[in-house]
């Protein structure tokens, strides 16, 4: 905007002392600024972190529903910066709004719930991509399709490498079981998680994989 | 000081960029420095209100702020308006409003501060804004006088004279 001059060294002794804006009004006004930005309709996208046996996850919720879960690999910081880039930056951290999501993620680490009730936002899947997402939500708990399978579901035999791209590039991974796809030889395959995580929910699907 | 204000490095520079960060980022870095000068500009009691609805205001317009744009300059603006808002709003009303219930008992800190920001208080809005801008924020004094009028000079005098009877009636130095 401006070059800045430089500040005059006896200008702000006045000032120096202030102290720190303490966490409980950063708390307090944090949550008024939630709370009044969902009233107008201006909370666009919301997230929260939560814990599981595959590490913190990022659950962000559209007005939709949840529209990206996140793995720590993915680097939970770039991932905010990329939603605030393709879907709105108006972002704030309000986990109210992910409250149904979080619980019922826990449930399913768990071991309590085999499958999610949750209002999805495939936003952030275009074309083939979310062709084969939705695809993937009929493949039952504790079941597994391989990448060739579901290429012939979704009508696209031949497209069995896009159908791994779209899961290596699935926005709600868990959520949207992508890691029920394996190869047809059986053997585990790519996850967007990791492959270790991609054996942690498998085998506590009671699906172990080597 | 413990906290960015907008003229320290960093904070109030331009970064070259092509995407807006997620807004919950510009209240992490702007935050606290929006309410000490909503603090200074308008005393403790009301500066919650202007905050929130600095805050709220931003995040509206954010989506067509220019990827790049100084961010705290474009903050203290809003809140430079809504700070008229209230200040005319204030001198409307008759009686002065009873705290609100909820409000909790201000910290030791608080208080401490308070002491300063009565003094603040007791400008005359020209020099109170002025000194708000510029010692507060950290903005420079071209942005201070495009921001409230009048010329660059006329900033850097109302600013000196507010400083000037800040030491007068607050004392030499800072509070500790």
Known sequence: MTTHEPREPEQSDLFVALSAIDEETTRRLHDRLVRE??????????????????????LAATAKGLVRVAYGCEDHEKVLDRLARDLSPRILHAPARLDAA????????????????????????????????TRLRAIAY???????????????????????????TNPIPVVVPCHRVVRSDGSIGQYVGGVDAKKTLLTLEGRPAD | MSDLTFGAAGAFTSEMSTTLPPFEEIVTTHGPT????????????????????????????????RPGSNVGAWLVTIAHRKAIDQTRARARRP??????????????EDRRDGHLWAAVQALPFKQRVAVAYHYVAGMPYADVAALIGGSQDA?????????AALRKTYGEGGPR
Do not use: H
């Open chain 2, 34 to 65: 929006v309410l000490r000068v909503c603090r200074a500009v308008l005393g403790p009691m009301d500066a919650d209100d202007a905050w929130s609805e600095t805050f709220l205001a931003a995040l509206r317009a954010y989506p067509t702020l």
């Open chain 1, 142 to 168: 504790g079941q597994t399709a391989s990448y060739a399978a579901i290429a012939v579901a979704v009508g696209s035999p031949k497209a069995v490498r896009a159908v791994g791209t779209a899961c290596a």
């Open chain 1, 102 to 133: 979080a619980k019922e993620i826990d449930e399913y680490f768990a071991g309590l719930r085999q499958g999610f009730d949750l209002p999805v936002d495939f936003s952030l899947a275009r074309g083939f991509r979310r062709l084969v997402l």
């Open chain 2, 155 to 163: 900033a850097r005098r109302a600013a000196a004279d507010g400083i």
């Open chain 2, 95 to 108: 009686l002065p409003i009873d705290p609100l219930p909820e409000r909790p008992a201000p910290s030791e």
């Open chain 1, 37 to 58: 930005a969902q009233t107008a309709g201006l909370l666009n996208v919301a997230y929260r972190t939560i814990d599981s046996p595959v590490g913190p996850l990022l």
